[in-house]
């Protein structure tokens, strides 16, 4: 018996939202075995799961990325405890917030590049900021050194969300042809 699914535009993107969350739990859980570097910030990470989040705004939409970010911070919860999903969530809905709006408004000279460095940066923000409530307005002394490390591990993601978007659109190209 030959069976034809059909696959509902609504059921395309509840599936793909549902993978991009996966992976992105998969590359936080992957992220957080990598032992911290000394002389860098402690739990500074390169922020490999941003890049799904990234994958889920340009291929999906705005709900679907603030989705991952939603999963993410669940995962952070029940993994590092409630200030970690705090701060995982904070940085997250601010950096994808930003980077859908970059990606809305793209203009030549302002590519992935520039995507996953202000999405860094902003992440890095709205961590500080939620981690002044936590600690204190001491935190706003990593400022300086996050912003270094934004151009970094934006530009990281940036590449990588280039390289993966351009081979995923390669991919459903020969596979509707």
């Not at 709900?63 to 940085?91: D, E, H, Q, Y």
Request: with cysteine; aromatic share 10%; proline share 4%.
């Amino acid at each position: 018996m030959n069976v034809q699914w059909k696959i509902t535009p609504r059921v395309r993107t509840l599936t793909l939202t549902a993978v991009m969350c996966a992976v992105a739990i998969a590359l936080s859980f992957l992220e957080g075995l990598i032992p911290d570097l000394p002389m860098v910030i402690p739990g500074m990470k390169l922020g490999l799961s941003n890049v799904v989040v990234m994958l889920s705004l340009e291929m999906l939409s705005l709900p679907c990325g603030m989705c991952v970010v939603l999963f993410k911070a669940s995962f952070a919860l029940f993994m590092r405890g409630g200030v970690a999903a705090v701060l995982s969530l904070c940085g997250g809905v601010l950096s994808t917030l930003v980077m859908y709006l970059l990606l809305k408004c793209r203009k030549p000279f302002f590519g992935y590049l520039g995507v996953g460095i202000a999405g860094a940066f902003m992440h890095n923000l709205g961590q500080l900021c939620a981690a002044f409530f936590f600690v204190s307005d001491a935190v706003f002394a990593y400022f300086p050194v996050l912003c270094g490390l934004s151009v970094l591990t934006g530009a990281v993601t940036g590449l990588a969300n280039h390289i993966l978007l351009n081979t995923l659109m390669k991919i459903m190209k020969n596979h509707n042809n």
